[in-house]
């Protein structure tokens, strides 16, 4: 994976932690981080970012409470196996949940969309809703 | 009360932002006081705003004699200038205010800029170095102009509005209006060190709506402002009563000034750094330590 095309939107109003929780997760949904490869160190990432450190370190520790990725010492942090909905804990469910509506909401109002517009097309349309 | 932040989706209440606040006002004491150097900065940025009292010093010392400042030459036009400006004594003439407030805004927004990029360095633990802060406002040069070039009109209007002698209301809506600026454009300057639009008026939006955000942040940085202006001020109010003669003497003014741009300034630029570290990416910013690298590992067992 290359990390280089990863940029932040600093004059979004969204977190550099929160972008880099989205980048993560999009290449893990998109298939480009695959189970078991490594992310970038804390520091590495940082200076590439040009961000405070414990940004990167909350990111990653958000990650991995939502079980995208594992941690393990001295190696660094990997793409953690595919998380089913019903091996999810209540907790990292509604984290889960909490985290895709306001992704959502922040990306309607970005283009100036009503939410309730999104939120018909999501009732009615059966190909979202499937 | 509950307050929703517009773009990022998070909820926070004013307790937590409060205990943010609080948070980042250590780290800035722990930065402020691990690299004394930081102090260079704020010195140099604030040169121009003090330099008609040094003026004033110097003329009251006789050394004005000694630096040839008595003689026809561009340095005393121009220290007849900042004394005359300083004083108002016949009202500031609007092209010398101009002359005074377009290269000093633009110096100080120079220098602030290098400042906020050596402290977002120091903040994550690097050693801070002024002559690499000077760098890399040079490579923003061009949004700094344009910034500096609104701002100083700002206050060039501000300045101006104030001239004739005018009633305690319309001073005071001076005064609101000059502090509502401030706040307006306190986030202004430091998104001048990284990617995204630095056309002026964008830079204000933006600022304003950081500002928003941040309120609970921002009113502690206003309310520790005034209480140390009232504590300056004060002070100041107290060696009047007691020594008439030495509070009113130029070097007591200018050593007064010093010590508050000193004091006051630099501390509320460290903090103002560090809030617009946590507005913009969402953490108290602070250098990583061992033991948040082992937090990392530590949170779920293998």
């Not at chain 1, 940082?46 to 990167?56: E, F, G, M």
């Amino acid at each position: 994976m290359n990390f280089d095309s990863w940029q932040l939107e600093f004059q979004s109003g969204i977190p550099a932690y929160k972008q880099i929780i989205h980048h993560v997760q999009a290449a893990v949904a998109s298939g480009t981080l695959a189970e078991g490869d490594q992310l970038p160190t804390i520091r590495a990432l940082h200076q590439k970012l040009d961000i405070n450190p414990n940004t990167v370190a909350r990111a990653y520790r958000e990650l991995q409470t939502l079980g995208v990725i594992t941690a393990h010492q001295g190696s660094g942090c990997f793409v953690a196996p595919a998380l089913k909905s019903s091996t999810m804990n209540a907790g990292a469910r509604e984290a889960k949940i909490v985290e895709i509506a306001a992704r959502m909401a922040a990306e309607a109002r970005s283009h100036q969309i009503p939410l309730n517009l999104i939120l018909e097309r999501l009732q009615h349309d059966p190909r979202l809703s499937q | 009360m509950i307050l929703g932040y517009p773009n990022s989706g998070e909820v926070r209440t004013p307790s937590q932002d409060y205990a943010s606040a609080r948070s980042i006002f250590w780290r800035s004491f722990q930065v402020a006081r691990r690299f004394p150097k930081l102090i260079l900065f704020p010195l140099a940025a604030t040169f121009f705003f003090y330099a008609r009292h040094l003026v004033a010093a110097l003329h009251s010392l006789r050394l004005s004699a000694l630096l040839g400042l008595h003689s026809p030459s561009l340095l005393t036009a121009t220290a007849n200038m900042l004394v005359a400006y300083g004083n108002g004594s016949n009202g500031p003439n609007p092209i010398a205010v101009a002359a005074f407030i377009f290269p000093t805004q633009l110096w100080y927004t120079f220098v602030t800029v290098a400042f906020f990029h050596e402290l977002t360095r120091a903040y994550a633990g690097a050693r801070p170095s002024f002559v690499r802060g000077l760098g890399f406002s040079c490579s923003r040069i061009a949004p700094i102009l344009s910034w500096s070039f609104l701002s100083a009109s700002v206050w060039m209007i501000i300045q101006l509005s104030g001239v004739d002698p005018i009633g305690p209301a319309p001073r005071m809506v001076l005064g609101l209006g000059s502090m509502a600026w401030s706040v307006i454009a306190m986030f202004a300057t430091p998104m001048l060190l990284r990617g995204g639009t630095h056309f002026p008026l964008a830079l204000l939006r933006l600022s304003w709506a950081s500002a928003r955000q941040n309120w609970t942040e921002l009113l502690c940085l206003l309310a520790g402002w005034f209480v140390g202006n009232g504590l300056f001020f004060g002070f100041a109010k107290v060696l009047q009563g007691l020594d008439p003669t030495l509070a009113a003497h130029p070097v007591t003014i200018l050593a007064a000034r010093v010590f508050y741009f000193a004091v006051l300034y630099i501390f509320a630029s460290i903090y103002l750094c560090a809030l617009y570290i946590y507005a913009t990416e969402g953490v108290v910013p602070g250098p990583l330590r061992s033991k948040d690298m082992d937090a990392v590992w530590q949170i779920r067992a293998h």
